[in-house]
């Protein structure tokens, strides 16, 4: 009977302290326990923040959708490679990027451009675009990822950026000067001063099928 009574109070021990199941849509409780272990609860609420904001989000028009996602990803701190990672250049997964907290310019457009898509946002209306960010008062060029959403083919897209975090139309922003583009889709070359772009190919940058084979 004493034996009984320990194996009991042992199970019950176990169900408390064991992570409850929580109700989630675009990451499974296997997949949100594992990364509850690896992150820590804090990180664990901010990926149910996403995951709610996700499906709270999606009936709700283009634009919406667009500041929700920038204003969500902005409120990370912003943090070098180097100092983050130990690394001079790394491509965080989003979940990587809300786990650790932080990251930089590639981690916000990476995040940003995946949840897009979690949301119905079709692959050809979205590119993460290399730039030249030229900073008020400098004369010195920084290279600088943003996000990119184009309402149709070959209109203005509207820029989803970490530096200057309004939406803006890329027409506005004359302190960033485009070099390529790039989706799951393939490559551009910015041409005419960023006015345009041209497909050059498939997307094979090495950083980028290194990311998709972590996510």
Not at 74 to 86: I, Q, S, T, V
């Amino acid at each position: 009977m004493k034996i009984l009574f320990i194996s009991i109070i042992t199970l019950f021990t176990v169900l408390l302290t064991y992570p409850r199941a929580k109700a989630t849509f675009n990451i499974s409780n296997k997949d949100l326990i594992t990364f509850n272990k690896k992150y820590g609860d804090k990180a664990q609420k901010r990926v149910l923040i996403w995951d709610k904001l996700i499906e709270s989000t999606k009936g709700k028009k283009t634009l919406v959708k667009l500041k929700i996602v920038n204003d969500f990803f902005n409120k990370l701190p912003y943090r070098l490679d180097k100092k983050h990672w130990g690394k001079k250049d790394y491509w965080a997964t989003p979940f990587e990027f809300m786990g650790t907290g932080a990251g930089d310019c590639e981690d916000y457009a990476i995040a940003k451009y995946y949840t897009l898509r979690k949301l119905g946002i079709p692959e050809n209306k979205l590119r993460i675009t290399y730039v030249k960010y030229l900073k008020k008062r400098s004369k010195y060029e920084q290279a600088h990822m943003v996000l990119t959403y184009y309402h149709k083919a070959n209109s203005t897209p509207v820029v989803l950026d970490n530096i200057n975090k309004k939406l803006k139309l890329a027409s506005k922003r004359t302190d960033l000067k485009p070099i390529y583009s790039f989706n799951a889709q393939g490559l551009w070359k910015a041409k005419n001063k960023g006015k345009s772009s041209q497909r050059v190919g498939k997307n094979n940058l090495k950083s980028w099928k290194n990311l998709v084979s972590r996510i």
